[in-house]
């Protein structure tokens, strides 16, 4: 039995450090190399830069953490009421065009205000226990009531995010209006629609695996933990070739239609129709035929 612990406690941490490097250099990639002018890769960078601080959550043990473990997840759960806020801003600005700097959003808000009051709570702990284990922290003390309230105020965060993205991405009209025409536009709302659904299954597993088993039963499995970043790990590298795809899709559309030659302009645009045309023309001809005699 502790060599089968060992060995899932071995592939978890491997399964950590491999999702966190790649979700890090993805974003390193999104956010150096693959540029747009409306900015939005900036945040797509900073949502899979946030992937990778909770695959490398999975690095740290009672043995190597910098602090006491109980404290240092505490701290790091406010970072986690940023990933729902990106997802939405990149969804709407890459909708709308949105090309303005995005600045501090109000949709930052809720994760400054949860850790302001996860600093309060912590320091308030190391003054009066100091850095003691968790199990010499009274029962209903700052930190017990933070760790149940923060993953389900986590939980109604995201499902409220998740529901205002479908309903926006429903509202947009995708191939509907345009079923004979793929555009750079069809290409985006696929992207978008794909990413969401990805994050959205993703979540939905974590909250089977991990979230319900701690509320309903205290313990939280390591296999748990693995099969939930493992199976986020997969969704990255599915995320990353299908990204990948639209980028060429993108490209060689951008191409084509650089290359196509411009169209006359029809004759309902034109100021003049074939009529007024011609007898404009009959009139210069006559001129020419008919001068006027020199005026004194």
Not at 30 to 51: D, P, T
Not at 53 to 66: H, I, K
Not at 179 to 189: E, G, R, Y
Not at 196 to 217: C, D, E, G, K, Q
């Amino acid at each position: 039995m502790n060599e089968f612990d060992e060995f899932f406690s071995q592939g978890y941490w491997w399964v950590s450090l491999l999702g966190g490097l790649h979700c890090l250099g993805l974003g390193l990639y999104i956010r150096y190399i693959y540029n747009e002018r409306s900015g939005n890769h900036k945040i797509l960078a900073a949502i899979f830069s946030l992937m990778a601080v909770y695959f490398f959550t999975g690095l740290f043990t009672s043995d190597n953490a910098p602090a006491p473990l109980h404290l240092l997840f505490l701290f790091i759960i406010p970072v986690y009421f940023l990933m729902m806020p990106l997802l939405y801003l990149y969804c709407d600005r890459s909708l709308n065009d949105i090309n303005r700097p995005i600045g501090f959003s109000r949709h930052f808000y809720p994760a400054t205000i949860i850790a302001i009051l996860v600093m309060l709570a912590c320091l308030r702990i190391v003054i009066g226990y100091g850095l003691a284990p968790l199990e010499q922290l009274p029962r209903l003390s700052d930190l017990t009531i933070l760790s149940m309230l923060l993953p389900a105020v986590l939980f109604i965060q995201t499902t409220l995010y998740f529901y205002f993205i479908i309903k926006m991405l429903i509202r947009y009209p995708g191939r509907v209006s345009r079923a004979h025409q793929d555009s750079l536009k069809d290409i985006k709302f696929r992207w978008l629609l794909v990413l969401t659904l990805a994050l959205m299954s993703n979540w939905l597993i974590r909250v089977v695996l991990i979230i319900m088993p701690y509320y309903f039963s205290s313990q939280v499995f390591t296999i748990n933990q693995a099969a939930a970043k493992l199976t986020l790990l997969l969704t990255v590298y599915i995320l990353a070739i299908y990204g990948l795809k639209q980028i060429t899709r993108a490209a060689f559309l951008r191409g084509k239609l650089a290359q196509q030659p411009k169209k006359p302009m029809q004759a309902s645009q034109q100021l003049l129709n074939s009529e007024e045309l011609a007898y404009l023309q009959q009139l210069m001809q006559e001129d020419k035929h008919h001068p006027k005699p020199p005026q004194p």
